[in-house]
């Protein structure tokens, strides 16, 4: 069986991520390619399509063909959920591009839309299938760490602020770097944790930096007219249960602690971390003791054939749990929980207060 995607949004994640993975899975080929920027698409079909595939300007018209089987979807957040439900509606599974959507509301409707059609849904969350987050997982699954009562998760730039697209327009991504990279870093550390009920969140948003003309950065010096997002965010949430969880999010920090898509976890039996590759750590016979775990190129443990290519192995398990009916990795309702938290800590900023989740 053989499933036809299109890719609706031909930029820098289309071309980094998705279009490269799907090109080596088996069991799907690209046949539609939508950009606003013609040549983009275009340059798309040449690449990674074949002389019959299609190029459009307008996704709507991309959705009335109804031999598309998936839509990835790889545009800025704003358009994620109208294009995503817009889909679904049309027939297609969908694979959206991270964070799931800007707002909370916009989220729940991409799932009303999944359940409605009865398509699947999932979210791009690549870092679940890296060999450290892969192994750690089945630490935590195996209960080695115990009850995880204290966690961080960090997204730390010194300075690495995109320049390009519309990274930095508020309008458009909902955010900076919190919205942008500490997405990565708190999915990952809800998932080993397992939790997904917050009781509150608290945080700050800061704009310190985006103001400065020629400040160093690794894509070039940044816009501060265009600069309408936060440079550095950091949020605290209390999960119902009682744990915490610290999340740093930055794109330019005075900082050399840097790291991102990284979890520290915390539990009754153990704990561990991603900062100098992956370190389990715990007690026995009256003593302490520090794992070094070494990873190699075996690669994600549950899709055979991935290797250390955390893109091809999101877009393999996808293709698959669409062919085989089965659950894809990334559920959509784990990456709500994520939205949820990313627009409580905006929100709190905003009025310096706490906010309580309700369900």
Known sequence: MTLKVGIIGCGGIANGKHMPALKKVEG?????FCDIVPERAEQAKAEFGDENAAVYTDYKELLKD???????????????????????EAGKHVMCEKPMA?????????????ERTGKKLTIGYQNRFR??????????????????????????RRRAVPTWGVFLDEEAQGGGPLIDIGTHALD????????????????????????RKDAANAWGPWDPEKFTVEDSAIGFITMENGATIVLEASWALNTLDVGEAKTALCGTEGGADMEKGLRINGEAYGKTYEKHIGLDAAGVDFYDGAGD????????QWIDSI?????PVVKPEQALVVTRILEAIYKSSETGMPVFFED
């Open 28 to 32: 799907a080929v690209m046949v539609a």
């Open 66 to 88: 109804a031999s598309i089987d998936v839509i990835h979807v790889c545009t800025p957040n704003i358009s994620h959920a109208e294009i995503s439900i817009a889909s679904m």
């Open 102 to 114: 800007k707002t909370t509301a916009e989220a729940q409707a991409m799932i009303d839309a999944a």
């Open 131 to 156: 060999p450290d987050s892969a192994y750690l997982h089945k630490v935590c699954e195996n209960n080695e760490l115990g009850e995880i009562y204290y966690a961080k998760a960090k997204a730390i």
């Open 188 to 211: 990952l550390t809800l998932w080993m944790m397992d939790n997904y009920k917050p009781k509150y969140a608290v945080g700050n948003a800061y704009h310190k930096l985006s103001g």
């Open 309 to 316: 290519d955390p893109a091809l192995a999101e877009a393999q």
């Open 323 to 327: 062919i085989n009916d089965t659950e």
